[in-house]
């Protein structure tokens, strides 16, 4: 009887069930059952990942469209001259909003009509054709993968698109010293989830290839929430006085790359456009 009592006792501190015991009169009383440890929350968000959405085309609730930069044609829009070559290739695929509880943008009086300002020559105007650097957020849904590298000590979040490198600050660096294309970034975890304030970008930035922007005096908070080992629960919340009347948030899924593609190339794309910034200084521009 006493080996038999050790034996259930054993598997009871296995299996979390009820362990039987023998009470001071001899009966056997059901001891409370003991609970599973808790798992410990995973602090890394190592990997390579990426989006699956149209969110760099428009991150407003949008149909189809023949191309961002139109002019008025015998029966309605047509492509603009200069992208009316790309044919589909320079369309606009449908996509759903990915702004958290809104189809649209909160814009301030004059907000849309700079979108249409940028619009109106988006071949020239969008920060993407010329190869600078994305900001934040949108350098995290454009349609190119990105690696995240992260330990105790360090962070750093590598974009193929134009090989920007983001260093985030483990401890609060102050303000940032000078404003730039991708900001300063400082992140902590709070919970399961690491957050990143980002301050100190240039106002320069576009949020996708439809001209919506934000302000050099936006703060944007991003929140990385890791859902499983494959997918990443994403949100960057822009407060910006000077652009909207209340603060906006984006929310997508961050999707791992576990296949032989689960890696970066070198997409350093400045020498690609060198001929479109450059190349009407030549001696003899070319046609």
């Known amino acids: 009887m006493r080996n038999l009592m050790l034996a259930v006792s054993a598997v009871s501190l296995f299996t979390g069930c009820a362990a039987v015991e023998p009470s001071a009169s001899g009966q056997t009383a059901i001891a409370a059952p003991v609970e599973p440890a808790e798992p410990e929350v995973q602090k890394s968000l190592s990997g390579v990942w990426q989006v699956l959405n149209t969110a760099n085309d428009n991150v407003e609730a949008h149909d189809a469209q023949h191309a961002y930069q139109l002019r008025e044609g015998p029966h309605g829009p047509v492509p603009a001259k ?112 690491f957050v990143i304030e980002v301050t100190g970008q240039n106002g320069s930035s576009w949020l996708d290839r439809s001209g919506n922007h934000y302000s050099a005096m936006a703060k944007v908070t991003e929140r990385y929430t890791r859902i499983d080992n494959d997918h990443i629960d994403y949100s960057a919340t822009i407060e910006d006085p000077e652009t909207f009347s209340e603060p906006v948030t984006l929310n997508m899924t961050l999707y791992r790359l576990v296949g032989a593609d689960a890696r970066i190339e070198d997409f350093n794309c400045v020498p690609f456009v060198e001929e479109k910034l450059h ?6 521009p070319l046609k």
């Open 82 to 193: 200069n992208v009316l070559a790309m044919g589909a290739v320079g369309a606009i695929p449908p996509g759903p909003s990915v702004i958290e509880g809104r189809q649209t943008l909160p814009y301030l009086p004059g907000g849309e009509e700079k979108v249409a300002e940028n619009v109106a020559d988006w071949a020239n105007n969008d920060p993407e054709a010329k190869c600078y650097m994305p900001g934040v957020p949108r350098a995290t849904y454009m349609p190119h993968p990105f690696e995240i590298i992260q330990n105790d000590e360090q962070m750093l979040i590598v974009y193929e698109y134009a090989n920007t490198v983001r260093n985030i600050f483990l401890t609060d660096p102050g303000e940032a010293p000078v404003d730039s294309w991708m900001g300063q970034s400082y992140g902590y975890w709070d919970g399961d989830t």
């Open 279 to 284: 190349g009407h200084l030549r001696k003899e």
